[in-house]
């Protein structure tokens, strides 16, 4: 059965680090298109960064360009989302979804398959 599970949340200061991580199973991630989503509180869930099969990504935000960069380890099925340069406004639960199509999109209501988060905290 597909499975997402993220890890690698944490709370940290302004400034600081984080790499999320997000491991497959039932699926190759090669294959597909990965996003990552955020949901902070209060708000409502929107998408951050997308990369397709061909390596090809996507950041949605204009929030996190040059601080923010996703990848992709095929031989350890997972993609992840380098956070650098954190500010309190990436405060979320951030989660990794799957469209299972080679395209990306930033729709929530596209996405098939979902993790169930990693709360991210960035604050002094």
């Known amino acids: 059965q597909v499975q997402l599970v993220e890890s690698g949340g944490g709370s940290v200061h302004p400034g600081e680090s984080l790499r999320l991580s997000c491991t497959a199973s039932g699926f190759t991630v090669r294959y597909y298109s990965i996003a990552w989503f955020r949901q902070a509180p209060g708000k409502e869930r929107e998408a951050v960064s997308c990369i397709r099969p061909s390596g090809g990504t996507t950041y949605n935000l204009d929030s996190v360009k040059g601080r923010f960069t996703i990848s992709r380890d095929d031989a350890r099925n997972a993609v992840f989302l380098e956070m650098n340069s954190l500010k309190p406004e990436d405060t979320a639960v951030y989660y990794c979804?799957?469209?299972?199509?080679?395209?990306?999109?930033?729709?929530?209501?596209?996405?098939?398959?979902w993790g169930k988060g990693t709360l991210v905290t960035v604050s002094s």
């Open positions: 979804a799957t469209s299972q199509n080679t395209w990306c999109q930033p729709q929530e209501s596209g996405m098939v398959y």
